[in-house]
Structure formats: structure tokens, C-alpha cells
């Protein structure tokens, strides 16, 4: 795993946008085409913002997938990853090919999940954008996470250390307002992007980030798993890396 530290979370978000880009860049270079996985949450805002003001990208030949959602969520609430996406990211990038999200308020879910599945299986990812959890989750799994299932989309229980991220980010008003189970990409499916960019700051997040470099890797530290990738990058600010640059 490659680490960067960076003294705030605008440089890290820099750098990690512009890592990524140039993998994309490589990719339409290279294919004609280029697929990325974004994720959301107060982890990606810098990583998003310098994303879109990147350089060189035809946004044309680039397909986008949608990390997670929680299940039975409007796409117009306030909390919806889907509003957060269209938000952030895709009304603002240039005559962008495809965002394929996940409609986890879908009346038949299993329709749903096979159709999030079918479409990821046939376009292989170049980069994912993602984060750690405060519980070491990367997208919604949770621990114990499913190191084993092959499949690409799968609905999850949320734990209670997750939902209350949810709460204290200010994406709802109180733990009972946040769902329990969502729709998330598996971790072996992430785990096939051709590179992974992780970005986490905050200090919240530094008892996660020492998970992801010290603890066996396992279901119960399922941010630990990503030790097991070849191309993943691991973007922190100095808060999140408080507890290595301790020695802890």
C-alpha cells in the first residue's frame, strides 16, 4: 500500500484527484474509455472538488459507478448518495458518458442489484474513489464484513458505529432517522478496480486508519483488505495519520 500524508485535507484531495485523473487519462488513451467508482461522505469533498477541475479529462468517454445507497432512500433526500453525486460531481463535470447509480428505492431491489451487476461486470474500472469508515468499513460493510461473496452489488446491515457517522457528519438529525441496511458494492468487487484511491482525513478516522495498516487482515477490519491490493493509494491528512505518526 502506498501512504501519503499531506498537511491539510485541500492537498490531499489534490492529490488525490490528481492521481486518479491520470489514470484516467491512461485509460482513454489507451481504450477509448475509462470507468470509475466515486464514493460520497465529508471524506470525499476535497477529493471530488479537485476532481472536477482536472485537466485533459474527456468526460465524454467516462462512465461513472455509484459506491452505495441506503435502501428505500429518495434520491431527493437529503442524505440520498445519489443527490450528493449529482451534486457534487456529475452536474458539474462536461458532457459526462454515464453516471450509473443505485436506485436502492427500487420497487423489486433484486431487479435492481441484477441489473447494478450486470452492467459492472461487462466494463472492467480503471480507478475507485473511496474512504474508510470510523468502523473500518470501505463502502457499507460493515464488520464482519463478506470477504467472499463474488457478487458485485449485495444489501448490507448497517451497524450502529456506522449510522451514528451518518449522524454526527450532520447527514441526519438522530440515529433513528438513519437507515438500517443499504445497498453496497463487495469488497472483492472493489478490490478488481485496477487502482484504488483511498482518501481519509480527520482524526475520527485515525483508530480506522491505523486499522487498515496494523490489524490482521480479517472481516472484523475489513479496511485491512486493502493491504492485499497491488495499485492502492492511501491519502491522509495529519489528523488521520495522528496514530502511526505516534507510533501507536
Not at 28 to 41: F, P, S, V, Y
Not at 114 to 119: D, E, G, I, Q, T
Amino acid at each position: 500500500m502506498n501512504i501519503g500524508i499531506y498537511e491539510t485535507v485541500e492537498i490531499m484531495g489534490a492529490h488525490a484527484a490528481e492521481l486518479g485523473a491520470a489514470a484516467v487519462r491512461k485509460a482513454i488513451a489507451d481504450r477509448g474509455e475509462a470507468n470509475i467508482i466515486l464514493a460520497t461522505g465529508a471524506s470525499q469533498f476535497s477529493t471530488l472538488a479537485s476532481l472536477i477541475k482536472q485537466p485533459g479529462i474527456d468526460w465524454s468517454k467516462v462512465t461513472c459507478f455509484h459506491l452505495d445507497e441506503y435502501v428505500g432512500m429518495s434520491q431527493n433526500h437529503k442524505a440520498s448518495f445519489r443527490k450528493y453525486l449529482r451534486e457534487r460531481f456529475a452536474e458539474k463535470v462536461p458532457n459526462l458518458k454515464e453516471f450509473v447509480y443505485v436506485a436502492a428505492d427500487a420497487p423489486d431491489l433484486k431487479a435492481e442489484l441484477a441489473r447494478l451487476s450486470k452492467r459492472i461486470k461487462k466494463q472492467p474500472i480503471d480507478v475507485a474513489f473511496i474512504g474508510i469508515g470510523e468502523n473500518g468499513h470501505i463502502a457499507f460493510n460493515d464488520p464482519p464484513a463478506d470477504f467472499q461473496t463474488e457478487e458485485p452489488y449485495i444489501v448490507v446491515d448497517l451497524d450502529e458505529k456506522c449510522r451514528l457517522q451518518q449522524v454526527g457528519e450532520g447527514w441526519f438529525d438522530g440515529l433513528g432517522d438513519v437507515p438500517k441496511q443499504a445497498v453496497s458494492m463487495g469488497i472483492r468487487q472493489i478490490l478488481k478496480s485496477a487502482m484504488i484511491v483511498c482518501s481519509v482525513p480527520d482524526q475520527r478516522k485515525a483508530e480506522a486508519v491505523e486499522m487498515a495498516l496494523n490489524a490482521p487482515i480479517s472481516p472484523s477490519a475489513p479496511c485491512s483488505i486493502l493491504r492485499q491490493h497491488p495499485d492502492c493509494h492511501l491519502m491522509l491528512d495529519l489528523p488521520a495519520a495522528s496514530f502511526i505518526l505516534k507510533g501507536r
